[in-house]
């Protein structure tokens, strides 16, 4: 199945890495969602599952997923302007 995806973003840095020592040939295709088309590398780049924990713990797991994927969408729409103009 994993190979019919173009991209695939992992939370954890171990997420990949165990993906990665499964499925090697995809290797391309996955990326940590904090560290895909980031200007520079993340002080922190894993994302913690807030399972079992505080409410605060869900909606600040929330806003740092919400934050990565609308920088990145805002990245891909960047490139596809640019692109288009070309």
Do not use: F
């Amino acid at each position: 199945m994993l190979d019919t995806y173009d991209l695939i973003l992992c939370m954890e840095r171990l997420h990949k890495e165990r993906i990665l020592s499964a499925y090697p040939h995809i290797g391309q295709k996955v990326h940590v969602l904090t560290e895909y088309l980031a200007p520079e590398p993340p002080t922190e780049p894993d994302i913690q599952d807030p399972y079992g924990g505080t409410m605060e713990e869900y909606e600040r797991c929330y806003r740092r997923i919400r934050t990565e994927v609308e920088r990145i969408a805002w990245a891909m729409l960047k490139e596809s302007h640019a692109e288009n103009a070309e």
